[in-house]
């Protein structure tokens, strides 16, 4: 069986085509939350409602999947396909979570990794590395080069959610940046050395 299936059969996916939509509703998220022994009865505390998210992935099997879980609590994702393109996104969108796939076109996750540590502006973002890879030397290495987590794919609901909460429980959720990420800091900076 292949990842694939092995999502579609985690998940309950039925192999319909993803599609873009809003944040879910006050009345969907009640509807989505989990109930008995997976909630084991005490309350997230990561579910502020809004919470920046940014999933790098090129397959957008994994990129729908791992959205529509945290759409369900009410989060607010940021999508990539590619390393640049989320790069990019990190820098102006200041998430507060990266989901960073290893195997990427172009630059690879590695390497993305890389650059979110060296910029002042993302090295604080706490990033959750994910493969299909089972090699344990892929594990230790994300962790040497600096990434928070690592989760194998096919991942559950249960370990995503788990992750996020252990990561903010942590309170490794970096200081907000201005409206405008990195562009509204970089002005004010330029702003305070022109007065000076």
């Not at 997976?38 to 957008?60: F, Q, W, Y």
């Not at 989901?99 to 996750?109: A, E, H, K, S, T």
């Not at 987590?149 to 200081?175: C, G, H, T, W, Y």
């Amino acid at each position: 069986m292949d990842v694939y299936e092995k999502i579609k059969r985690l998940f309950g996916w039925g192999g319909k085509p993803a599609r873009a939509t809003t944040p879910a509703g006050p009345a969907e998220v009640a509807e989505a939350q989990p109930s008995g022994p997976e909630r084991r009865g005490k309350p997230r505390t990561n579910a502020r409602s809004g919470t920046r998210m940014l999933v790098i992935d090129d397959s957008p099997t994994i990129v729908a999947l791992l959205s529509r879980m945290l759409r369900q609590n009410d989060y607010q994702v940021l999508e990539a396909a590619d390393a640049e393109q989320g790069l990019e996104i990190a820098r102006a969108q200041a998430p507060e979570l990266i989901f960073l796939d290893i195997v990427l076109p172009g630059m690879d996750g590695f390497a993305a990794l890389r650059q979110l540590r060296k910029d002042p502006y993302t090295r604080d973002i706490p990033v959750i590395m994910i493969s299909g890879n089972e090699q344990a030397t892929e594990q230790f290495y994300v962790h040497r080069i600096g990434a928070d987590d690592f989760m194998k794919k096919p991942f559950s609901r249960a370990e995503v959610f788990a992750r996020i909460e252990r990561l903010l429980d942590a309170n490794r959720v970096p200081r907000r940046l201005p409206q405008g990420g990195a562009q509204a800091a970089d002005a004010g900076e330029d702003e305070a050395a022109a007065s000076s």
